[in-house]
Structure formats: structure tokens, C-alpha cells
């Protein structure tokens, strides 16, 4: 069996790494909230590895019962950004 990539390895060969592989305390970040109350999308933006200069953006929605952690590198949530400004994800329906 192949061991699974540290956080370094897994930066400096292009993969995003997992939350675990940032080795950071999910509870410890700065997290900003959309809204109120379970659902509500918060995000929080860490660095990561030393020396690697690349830097992250974790989102989670509260109250979901596994914790679920999402990462995403600077590039993905620039274009997610300008997916919102654009009306990408406005509901047809009004």
C-alpha cells in the first residue's frame, strides 16, 4: 500500500490537500458567517505549508452532523466569487 501524501507533498506536487493535511485546528480559525442558525455557510482563509506560499479557503455549512470541511485553493474561490457577481448561481425562478 502507498502511503497518502503529507500536506507538504500533496502542495508542492499541485493536489489540494485535506483539511488534515493542513494540520491546522479547524475550531481555532476565524470563520465568517453568511447568515444565522444551522445551513448558514461560513468560510475561513488559512496559509499554508511553510514556505509554500499557497494559501486556502475552508468553508463549512453549520450544523451539519459529520463536520464537513471543504478546501479550496485561492484560484477555485476567485472563480466562485465571480460566479456570484456574475448571477451564476441567482434561482431562475425569482
Known sequence: M????S????????AKPSVA????DVAAQDWQRSGHGD???????????AGTG??????RVTGDPEGRVLVY????WECFLDGVR???FDDADG
Not at 2 to 5: E, Q, V
Not at 21 to 24: E, F, S
Open 86 to 88: 456574475g448571477g451564476e
Open 73 to 76: 485553493d485561492r484560484n477555485e
Open 54 to 59: 499557497a494559501e486556502w479557503v475552508l468553508m
Open 21 to 24: 493535511g493542513l494540520g491546522i
Open 7 to 14: 500536506g507538504d507533498e500533496m502542495t508542492q506536487s499541485g
Open 39 to 49: 445551513g448558514t455557510v461560513e468560510v475561513a482563509f488559512v496559509g499554508g505549508p
Open 2 to 5: 502507498i502511503p497518502a501524501p
